[in-house]
């Protein structure tokens, strides 16, 4: 059984066991690391369009969630997505009410989430995102 020392508050210490929670504890650890936003989304000025992709990736209850925008002349509608990350490794699928469907399977490497968007119409769109700051995020 491990055990994960803990501070609360007064600066009380207090070990907790993680025998069952591995992965829990070790998740706890990496969402920092993985939260964000990875956008090539811009504004075309010639064309009076804003295309891109964007993926925003948040943390909570022990599992990634996030969104997925594919912004083709407009911004579009942002697509809730539920992710599974297995070290670098980032994959979700998507849908909604448009045509978009599909999955992404990718990987992170220095702050960028480079993979591959294929829809079920058979189209594929290799994307490479760079992660905005938190200060652009704002």
Do not use: W
């Given at each position: 059984?491990?055990?994960?020392?803990?501070?609360?508050?007064?600066?009380?210490?207090?070990?907790?066991?993680?025998?069952?929670?591995?992965?829990?504890?070790?998740?706890?650890?990496?969402?920092?690391?993985?939260?964000?936003?990875?956008?090539?989304?811009?504004?075309?000025?010639?064309?009076?369009?804003?295309?891109?992709?964007?993926?925003?990736?948040?943390?909570?209850?022990?599992?990634?969630?996030?969104?997925?925008?594919?912004?083709?002349?407009?911004?579009?509608?942002?697509?809730?997505?539920?992710?599974?990350?297995?070290?670098?490794?980032?994959?979700?699928?998507?849908?909604?009410?448009?045509?978009?469907?599909?999955?992404?399977?990718?990987?992170?490497?220095?702050?960028?989430?480079?993979?591959?968007?294929s829809f079920k119409n058979?189209?594929?769109?290799?994307?490479?995102?760079?992660?905005?700051?938190?200060?652009?995020?704002?």
């Amino acid at each position: 059984m491990r055990l994960r020392l803990v501070a609360l508050r007064f600066g009380l210490l207090v070990l907790v066991p993680c025998s069952y929670h591995l992965e829990v504890c070790a998740a706890q650890q990496r969402p920092a690391l993985i939260v964000g936003t990875y956008s090539d989304i811009h504004y075309i000025e010639e064309a009076g369009d804003v295309i891109g992709t964007e993926i925003r990736i948040t943390f909570s209850d022990r599992a990634y969630h996030g969104t997925l925008e594919i912004a083709q002349g407009v911004p579009g509608i942002p697509i809730p997505i539920s992710i599974k990350v297995d070290g670098k490794k980032i994959s979700f699928s998507f849908s909604n009410d448009g045509p978009y469907i599909g999955t992404f399977e990718g990987e992170l490497d220095r702050g960028r989430l480079s993979g591959k968007l294929s829809f079920k119409n058979g189209y594929t769109e290799k994307v490479s995102l760079p992660k905005k700051s938190e200060h652009s995020q704002k």
